[in-house]
């Protein structure tokens, strides 16, 4: 069966105190309830290696927002993806739109970000997601399945095993707009189908698909009794210990 994920994505937000803080009390929660899913917080690299001290790793993954797409060298401000591996961190978030929006990430930038990635060990959160222009224009199927082609459908079925995908609709993110779940489910379910088409209906049947924009407590229920929704990948709604304890309580 496949794994359902709730996954914290604190973007630049928090100071590394704050964060620290944050992670105790998320940790906290989680030991005292235990969680009926996997979850993740993904945090700024400097919060990394100090999170990962503070975190029940059995209970809580702990991953970064991006890694670089070189291994190593002269690249003056760029985190490589064994230097967040060797943080403790054991995921990642690669294409997230914010990413490709604001910093020219592109689809060949992002295969090889998610090459390096795989060759470190890390589990990646792969994100898609069309635009609402790219919506109203019925084009949404093709600019998902295009992003999964271009950076994740060269992987092999081995080294699929580490991808998780998360669809985020870039009109419903920090926009406080959600798709319906209806919508979400849809384009999930699409999602599964191409990646079935790609591989397999087995590894598209042990794909964790998440569905991310605007993800809350009040509408996360409804959205995790959707057959191919396993889960979210949370913004705004991850920086507070009860928001985030409120939707891994709606599994
Ligand atoms: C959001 O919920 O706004 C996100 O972008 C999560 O990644």
Redesign the pocket.
């Known amino acids: 069966m496949r794994k359902k994920i709730v996954a914290g ?1 604190w973007k630049m937000n928090e100071n590394l105190q704050e964060g620290v803080a944050l992670a105790k009390e998320i940790n906290e929660a989680l030991v005292a309830d235990k969680p009926n899913c996997d979850v993740v917080i993904c945090t700024p690299f400097i919060h990394l290696a100090s999170v990962a001290n503070v975190l029940d790793s059995s209970i809580v993954g702990l991953g970064a927002e991006n890694c670089a797409d070189k291994a190593s060298g002269a690249y003056t401000g760029e985190v490589s993806a064994a230097m967040v591996k060797s943080t403790g961190a054991q995921y990642v978030i690669l294409g ?1 739109s914010e990413r490709r929006e604001y910093y020219g990430e592109t689809a060949e930038i992002l295969k090889e970000k998610v090459q390096l990635a795989l060759a470190n060990g890390l589990k990646i959160i792969f994100c898609c997601g069309e635009t609402l222009e790219e919506r109203e224009a019925e084009k949404q199927n093709e600019i998902v399945k295009a992003e999964l082609a271009g950076s994740v459908f060269h992987l092999s079925a081995e080294e699929w095993k580490n991808i998780i995908l998360a669809y ?1 609709p870039i009109w419903a ?2 926009t406080g707009k959600t798709a319906t779940a209806e919508q979400a489910e849809e384009m999930c379910a699409y999602i599964r189908q191409i990646v079935a088409e790609n591989y397999n209906q087995e590894v598209a049947d042990e794909t964790s698909v998440l569905y ?4 809350k407590a009040s509408n996360a229920p409804e959205l995790f009794t959707k057959p191919n929704i396993d889960g979210g ?4 709604a991850s920086l507070k210990c009860a928001d985030f304890k409120g939707i891994i309580d709606a599994w």
């Open positions: 994505n997230h985020e993110i920090g991310g924009g605007s993800c990948l949370i913004g705004g």
